[in-house]
T-cell receptor, first 113, second 114 residues
Framework: AQSVTQLDSQVPVFEEAPVELRCNYS??????LFWYVQYPNQGLQLLLK????STLVESINGFEAEFNKSQTSFHLRKPSVHISDTAEYFC???????????WGLGTSLAVNP | NAGVTQTPKFQVLKTGQSMTLQCAQD?????MYWYRQDPGMGLRLIYY???????DKGEVPNGYNVSRLNKREFSLRLESAAPSQTSVYFC?????????????FGPGTRLTVL
């Protein structure tokens, strides 16, 4: 069975500092990996996803994630965060021919001035 | 293009009351989903509909029913609300047919059952 573990439930960081949000998954078949972001009092929206090809994927707002098959990880990074990045971040995996996503429990990123 | 819309935004019910949460999408998507979000438990799938006319149970279907009224609309019904159903409910849609699809979420309904 597939599963997703987000290793940190809360990550406090100062503005302009780098951040890494960690995500590990388990699956016996090929996976597609997603990061979604939920800003306060809003629904979730896709941040980035890995389907195939280059293991490094980027979002339009400066986040990037690297698919590491040997480590079964898909960590999300940003070199310099802004106050506006404060949000809940969810890692999700879709394994095989299945429309249903398996979700992590989320990481709350709090960017402080 | 409104994306995914949900009504109502907020609702307070008494135990035993019933209600229907409405969801509609204007992206011509085939698949639609209902999730609930609870603190410390992430997102849990209640029901989903792979295409018009089909529905399937997700992870936590007990106490809920759904209707895929047409391609655009997917409603969630609580027949006899319980305090354990206090949650934030999200509807989502995806183009369908592929496990690589992005899911698009509505703004959520905050439900409190007293």
């Amino acid at each position: 069975a597939q599963s997703v573990t987000q290793l940190d439930s809360q990550v406090p960081v100062f503005e302009e500092a780098p951040v890494e949000l960690r995500c590990n998954y388990s699956s016996s078949v090929s996976v597609y990996l997603f990061w979604y972001v939920q800003y306060p009092n809003q629904g979730l929206q896709l941040l980035l996803k890995y389907l195939s090809g280059s293991t490094l994927v980027e979002s339009i707002n400066g986040f990037e994630a690297e698919f590491n098959k040997s480590q079964t990880s898909f960590h999300l990074r940003k070199p310099s965060v802004h106050i506006s990045d404060t949000a809940e971040y969810f890692c999700a995996v879709n394994a095989g021919n299945n429309r249903k996503l398996i979700w992590g429990l989320g990481t709350s990123l709090a960017v402080n001035p | 293009n409104a994306g995914v819309t949900q009504t109502p935004k907020f609702q307070v019910l008494k135990t035993g009351q019933s209600m229907t949460l409405q969801c509609a999408q204007d992206m011509n998507h085939n698949s639609m989903y209902w999730y609930r979000q609870d603190p410390g438990m992430g997102l849990r799938l209640i029901y989903y509909s792979a295409s018009e006319g089909t529905t399937d149970k997700g992870e936590v279907p007990n106490g809920y029913n759904v209707s895929r009224l047409n391609k655009r609309e997917f409603s969630l019904r609580l027949e006899s609300a319980a305090p354990s159903q206090t949650s934030v409910y999200f509807c989502a849609s995806s183009e369908g047919g592929s496990s690589t699809d992005t899911q698009y979420f509505g703004p959520g309904t905050r439900l409190t059952v007293l």
